[in-house]
């Protein structure tokens, strides 16, 4: 029994894998919350120290027998403390097997286990005949198996009961058998030696358990913050999932491991779609719980062997490993897209979001890690390219169109600078008599290698790397210069020109207008600025604010792409414009579509009701042009009449047009 404790009791360092099972605090036991696995783990390890205790057991019954063979104890009384040893520790055991040691605040059982062994030395010591202070010394033995497992006020509780168990003994012994007293005050000499001597060993073995303690807290303080610095160096603060420097690593370990033994992998890029206007309406808070629920969503659509990092911002990687068939990576793409395309739940709200994915496999498209990183970002963008919320696959050819952008890129802030821009116009013609009404002004550059590069292939990229803001600027003073011009020569046309999101945004877009108008003497009310539905949508009040202050330096306001956002009547309303332009989506399939009918009168009935103006985009039928006017649409634009044209053409259409003097023309940029 007292070897058996021993075990249990062992110095830290010879279960330092095992985690504490409980410990005892000034007396109060703790007690750790674990899973049925780690329970079970538990129980096979306490009785893996059972099973190494039987060794002690044996010896222990060896030594009383021999002490038997030697004449110290009788054979009756030796068998009785043998029985008593075997049938307390049978009981141990069927607890530990059992899981009834689970019902103790000490599941490992050591108090039990050391008040035994006192109890069993105590009753050996009443049957022993001689050398009774030796086996006193026992004691201090059964004390050390519960050195590091009670505590202080534990250990003296342990002390004063051997103390009157012995008294016990020698007052039993006087009483019952006076003969196997040799002397009797030896015997209460020994007593008062324990008396000094075990509770001084209980303090100094409950501070050691208590130095011990704070030793093991301090350890897994110290792991706790290695953890954390971990986490912090491989984690991703918002998602939780791995950052960008654990994943490269990753990465490179991966393609190291696939290229050794002849397997692919494969990388996406993901990309969330307009994350940036969660950000700007909803705020930061709003839109880091969006990421962390992409995150999530995304680690539910791969499996537990591929890796899943965030990138930083709105964009996301996953590392795929050994691709079990050819369609694998499309159906796990399209997962990814389905799973993202539910609604989340934001300030309760439903908001929709979708993600663009660039696919690149290994080794076709790149055998390191930077290859493959820019392939799938390059293919990422040919999906925004291609309407967003849908993925593509890596090609050479993107890398061609990739490298041309980013030439286009370099070349575009000097452009303006060069003289390279240039303006083309696109009539506004009266839908009721077929007047010339005005212009749009739309620029194009002047490439010295590519030639004429219409706005689809440079305006995204301008407004992507804030160039939008210098040309507008120039088309701005350029369209203003040319209206004035115009009136100088006597043909007064209004010229009205589009206002980028970024430019609007600008806090100097005011001065900028004012410029323009003062530089090239142009009246006011001969600028038109054209903006769009959904740019005035993201911020409704600083928007109105906004065009009041352009419509007070006297120009004229229209909206772009009406029916494309989401405003309402009373947003209409608070908005002092003149003009709502019907998107060209609207217009396609008039007059065939009911939908795009049904929303073409809505639109035209709004504005009559408002007292406003509506001119129709890209018209390219008769039967478009006579549901307009059927509809009494005023103004439509469109290829039916004529594409942009430069201004010695436009001059020329005009000298052969029918004008009129009372309404100007508008051009927009």
């Not at 009670?150 to 250990?155: D, G, I, Y």
């Not at 939780?240 to 190291?256: D, Q, V």
């Not at 396609?588 to 795009?596: A, I, K, M, Q």
Request: with cysteine; proline share 4%.
């Amino acid at each position: 029994m007292l070897w058996a404790a021993a075990v249990q009791a062992a110095p830290p360092w010879s279960f330092a894998k095992y985690r504490i099972e409980g410990s005892a605090t000034r007396g109060r036991q703790s007690r750790v919350t674990q899973t049925p696995a780690e329970t079970a783990q538990q129980q096979a390890i306490r009785l893996e120290r059972y099973s190494l205790a039987l060794y002690s057991y044996s010896l222990a019954l060896a030594l009383l027998f021999v002490g038997h063979a030697f004449g110290f104890i009788d054979t009756p009384a030796a068998i009785g403390i043998a029985l008593a040893t075997i049938a307390s520790n049978a009981v141990v055991y069927l607890m530990l097997v059992s899981g009834f040691n689970l019902r103790f605040a000490d599941p490992s059982l050591t108090k039990l286990q050391v008040y035994l062994g006192i109890t069993l030395l105590m009753a050996a010591l009443y049957y022993v005949d001689a050398a009774r202070g030796i086996a006193l010394g026992l004691c201090f033995l059964v004390f050390l198996f519960g050195l590091f497992r009670m505590s202080t006020r534990e250990l003296l509780l342990l002390a004063l009961y051997t103390l009157a168990a012995y008294a016990l003994v020698i007052n039993l012994l006087m009483r019952l058998r006076p003969d196997s007293i040799q002397n009797l005050k030896q015997d209460w000499f020994n007593w008062m030696l324990l008396a000094v001597a075990l509770p001084l060993f209980a303090v100094i073995g409950g501070r050691i358990r208590e130095m011990r303690e704070r030793l093991r807290a301090r350890k897994q303080e110290l792991q706790e913050a290695i953890g954390t610095i971990q986490a912090l160096a491989t984690r991703d603060e918002v998602t939780g999932l791995y950052n960008r420097a654990f994943f490269t690593e990753s990465l490179r370990h991966a393609l190291a491991q696939a290229e050794r033994h002849g397997r692919n992998a494969a990388l996406l890029f993901i990309d969330v779609d307009r994350f940036k206007l969660i950000n700007d309406t909803l705020g930061h808070p709003v839109g880091d719980q969006a990421l962390r629920e992409i995150g999530t969503r995304l680690a539910g659509c791969v499996r537990e062997s591929d890796i899943v990092a965030r990138l930083g911002g709105d964009e996301f990687v996953a590392l795929i490993e050994g691709i079990p068939a050819p369609d694998a990576l499309q159906e796990l793409g399209q997962k990814i897209i389905d799973s993202c395309a539910r609604p989340l739940a934001l300030e309760r709200r439903e908001v929709a979001l979708s993600v663009s994915i660039g696919i690149a496999v290994m080794p076709q498209d790149g055998r390191d890690a930077e290859t493959l990183m820019r392939n799938a970002d390059i293919a990422m963008y040919r999906a925004k390219a291609q309407g967003r919320n849908c993925l593509r696959f890596y090609t050479r050819q993107m890398s061609d169109r990739a490298e041309e952008r980013l030439e286009l890129e370099t070349e575009l802030h000097q452009a303006a600078a060069r003289g390279e821009l240039r303006l083309h116009y696109q009539p506004e013609v009266s839908v009721r008599d077929g007047e010339i009404r005005g212009v749009e002004a739309l620029v194009r550059w002047q490439h010295p290698r590519r030639g004429l590069l219409a706005p689809d292939r440079f305006i995204d990229i301008a407004e992507d790397t804030g160039a939008i803001v210098p040309i507008g600027r120039w088309v701005l003073h350029e369209a203003c210069s040319r209206a004035a011009a115009w009136a100088r020569r006597g043909t007064r046309y209004s010229v009205a020109v589009n206002l980028s999101p970024r430019q609007f945004s600008d806090p100097g877009l005011l001065d900028t207008v004012a410029a323009a108008l003062a530089a090239s003497g142009l009246d006011p009310a001969l600028l038109e600025l054209e903006i769009t539905e959904s740019l005035v949508m993201r911020d409704p009040d600083a928007a109105a604010e906004t065009m009041r202050r352009l419509r007070g330096l006297g120009a004229r306001l229209s909206m772009d792409d009406f029916g494309t956002g989401y405003s309402s009547l009373g947003y209409l309303k608070r908005f002092p414009i003149t003009t709502v332009k019907l998107d060209r989506s609207f217009v396609r399939d008039l007059p065939h579509r009911e939908d795009d009918v049904a929303v073409a009168r809505a639109v035209l009935a709004m504005a009559k009701s408002l007292r406003m103006d509506v001119t129709a985009e890209g018209v390219e039928r008769a039967d478009q042009l006579e549901f307009l006017r059927r509809e009494g649409c005023a103004a439509y634009q469109g290829h039916y009449f004529s594409q942009p044209l430069a201004e010695e053409a436009l001059f020329a259409l005009l000298a052969t047009g029918r004008l009129s003097g009372e309404r100007p023309v508008t051009a927009r940029g």
